[in-house]
């Protein structure tokens, strides 16, 4: 027997020739000469008999719950239902809109249609991600908790201070963390479980749509309810924020309190955590980048000598060339294998640049304090691309979708906020929180201030008067404040310059004093220090292969790191 033939559709009475007939009304395939007997079997019924490739083609209007063996042609708007000619002339619906229902019906399956494509192409794509987001961010957490947190370690050292019975706390303690990370790795899991639920939901309602929008029983179409709006309130990201250990101080208190306790730990929701994924991709898009791991010790690839009196800022161009500005009114390009001065250009006004950064075309920007100015450098003519009123503009950066992120304070340093301008044109605001406190503190004007936008779109602002770098997600509500790590290299307050990121959406910061840079990752939790001998490090950016560079304000120097793997 050919295998082939056990694909042929088969005649449903008597299931041996071949299909050629359907009956529209009843569903059943006939072959030519089975029809008569169809048609005899149930007189009752006005058969539809149609070539098999018509088949589905002759609307089954559904049944009238009020009029029996009636069949409905019409719905009611004002009711949502469909009606009959009985319904209608027995005065039910007077003054009602009625439509005829084959114009409701496809107007309903053009609606399926597009919800079908939503929920397929971007709704359970979207929970795909979301769902290993979490299982990556679990398994790192476990990873880390420990490595990062240095719990065990730091409460095993504090407890060789004291004689054998405070081994009975130290013990206590680890087990705290234990079931501290049990409790937020379930919470997690229940998390998961809840987001793979509503994916299976997704994924069953979008078997039900295809089924109404395939059949012609008119009676299925309007039994399925779309639930489609609910899926698009996405879940709450679950953010897991890891303990610290608080050592206590001898001062005669109860022993429990003098030997410390661990800081709070419980897990929190952003309901701005996640976004829709989108159906289009920009010439970025692409796989998530490679996971790499932090070099157990960052290494020193190049110097370079800038010549500056005064060196604050700079901006990779490529992997190869590198601007920089200092405490004069030119900005310069170097070579970075080679160190040598490619070019220089002056500031319009005369004035230094408050900071720099480079577009995603290649074009230098830059802000002048004292023209309360954003300038652009296009074929090395300076464009004014933005003027304030009111406000000095201080740190910059270009955003993924082109735009520019400009800190800014008040005239009369009692405000300061971050604008983001599509061109000239201001899109977004950002000063407060949610209780409509300052995000930011307020400052001297001579106190610079540095951007930059997280590959995961978050806004990172260096806030070297609170001594914070203060993190907002991309509509502006802010998901945590980082205060520096204890114990600092050199035991000083944190103090926080230049900002940037990295392809892992790690969050790298100048410590001034400390003469060090702070990594934590986008969830703010501290990973290491990067030292390398640093000289009172300022601006900081990475190039597109995670290479870090560093100005040195205290010699005047850039200085070329390796601390990604």
């Known amino acids: 027997m050919d295998p082939s033939a056990q694909d042929v559709v088969r005649c449903d009475l008597c299931e041996t020739a071949v299909v050629q007939m359907h009956c529209d009304t009843c569903l059943v395939n006939l072959c030519k000469a089975c029809v008569g007997e169809h048609f005899s079997a149930d007189l009752s019924k006005p058969h539809k ?47 009602h809109k009625v439509s005829e229902i084959l114009k409701v019906v496809d107007g309903k399956r053009n609606k399926f249609m597009k919800e079908q494509t939503e929920l397929n192409e971007t709704i359970y794509p979207t929970y795909q991600d979301i769902a290993s987001d979490v299982q990556n961010r679990m398994i790192q957490f476990e990873k880390n908790y420990y490595k990062y947190g240095d719990l065990s370690t730091a409460i095993t050292k504090h407890g060789e201070d004291w004689h054998r019975e405070i081994d009975k706390l130290v013990n206590k303690l680890k087990a705290e963390v234990d079931v501290m990370k049990n409790t937020q790795l379930q919470t997690l899991q229940k998390h998961l479980d809840e987001i793979n639920k509503t994916m299976s939901d997704i994924k069953d309602e979008i078997n039900s749509m295809e089924t109404a929008i395939d059949t012609n029983e008119l009676s ?10 609910t899926y698009r309130n996405l879940p709450d990201k679950i953010l897991a924020p890891l303990p610290k250990f608080i050592p206590g101080k001898m001062k005669g208190e109860e022993l429990s309190k003098l030997f410390g306790a ?9 309901k701005h955590g ?16 490679p996971v790499k791991q ?62 720099i950064a480079v577009t995603k075309s290649g074009d230098l920007v830059y802000t002048d304090y004292f023209y309360r100015t954003v300038n652009i450098v296009k074929n090395e003519k300076i464009e004014e691309l933005i003027r304030l009123q009111n406000w000095i503009p201080k740190g910059v950066c270009s955003t993924s979708s082109g735009d520019l992120l400009v800190i800014m304070v008040s005239d009369d340093c009692k405000q300061t906020k971050v604008v983001c301008y599509s061109g000239s044109t201001e899109k977004q605001t950002i000063q407060f ?34 001594g914070a770098v203060v993190v907002v997600n991309q509509a502006g509500k802010l998901r945590f404040r980082y205060t520096g790590h204890t114990p ?13 990121t990295d392809s892992q959406s790690h969050i790298l910061t100048a410590d001034f004093n400390n003469h060090c840079v702070h990594i934590i990752d986008q969830d703010g939790q501290f990973l290491r220090y990067i030292d390398c001998e640093l000289s009172r490090p300022w601006g900081l950016c990475t190039d597109t292969n995670d ?19």
């Open 49 to 95: 008999i149609v070539d098999f490739k018509d088949r589905k083609s002759t609307p089954l209007y559904p049944g009238c719950k009020t009029h029996d063996k009636e069949r409905c042609k019409m719905y009611c708007d004002q009711c949502d239902i469909p009606v009959c000619h009985k319904c209608i002339s027995s005065g039910q619906h007077l003054g």
């Open 220 to 229: 299925k179409l309007f039994s399925v309810m779309s639930n489609v709006h």
């Open 262 to 270: 661990l800081s709070s730990s419980s897990l929190t929701s952003d």
């Open 274 to 289: 996640y976004s829709m994924k989108t159906t289009q991709k920009s010439p970025e898009a692409g796989s998530s980048p």
């Open 294 to 355: 932090l070099l157990d010790e960052p290494e020193t690839v190049t110097t370079i000598d800038t010549g500056y009196k005064q060196f604050y800022n700079m901006a990779c161009l490529n992997d190869e060339e590198i601007w920089t500005s200092g405490g004069d009114n030119t900005m310069k390009l170097y070579s970075i294998n080679q160190g040598s001065l490619l070019k220089s250009i002056k500031t319009k006004s005369g004035y230094i640049s408050s900071n």
């Open 433 to 466: 929180d949610d209780k409509r406190k300052p995000l930011y503190s307020n400052s001297s004007s001579c106190i610079l201030r540095y951007i930059t936008e997280n590959k995961n779109l978050d806004i990172c602002v260096s806030d070297e008067r609170a």
């Open 488 to 500: 600092a290299p050199m035991n000083k307050a944190f103090n926080p310059r230049g900002i940037t």
């Open 547 to 565: 290479n870090l560079f560093v100005v040195q304000w205290g010699n005047r120097q850039v200085k070329k790191i390796k601390y990604l793997q």
